[in-house]
């Protein structure tokens, strides 16, 4: 079991650029997939991003590539997502994820039936 906490969101202007962080619990951090969703109230999930073990493999919706990069480094325990141009319909509350699936380039996974742990999720406002 993993337990996952975000941070790193915040306000900022269109154009601007955000890191959130994502810290996993526990010693068992680099046995999981770990991915970035968001979601807007009353909606579902959305995937933006997964990444492998080792952090070599990645994945990331069109929504958000050429834009948004995730990385980690296992020996902190954490995940990171870059989001660079951020534009106003990018506001709502970010999740990270952890969990078992095999990432393949351009095929995720990008469901979030795929992860089994969350966190509470951070929330980022940009602003036109």
């Known amino acids: 079991q993993v337990q996952l906490g975000e941070s790193g969101g915040g306000l900022v202007q269109a154009g601007g650029s955000l890191r959130l962080t994502c810290e996993g619990s526990?010693?068992?951090?680099?046995?999981?997939?770990m991915g970035w969703f968001r979601q807007a109230p009353g909606k579902e999930r959305e995937f933006l991003a997964t990444?492998?073990?080792?952090?070599?493999?990645?994945d990331y919706s069109d929504s958000v590539k050429g834009r948004f990069t995730i990385s980690r480094d296992n020996a902190k325990s954490t995940v990171y997502l870059q989001m660079n141009s951020l534009k106003p319909e990018d506001t709502t509350v970010y999740l990270c994820?952890?969990?078992?699936?095999?990432?393949?380039?351009?095929?995720?996974?990008?469901?979030?039936?795929?992860?089994?742990?969350w966190g509470q999720g951070t929330q980022v406002t940009v602003s036109s």
């Open positions: 526990g010693r068992t951090f680099s046995t999981y997939t």
């Open positions: 994820a952890a969990g078992f699936g095999l990432v393949v380039p351009g095929k995720g996974p990008t469901t979030s039936s795929s992860y089994r742990y």
């Open positions: 990444i492998g073990l080792s952090g070599k493999n990645k």
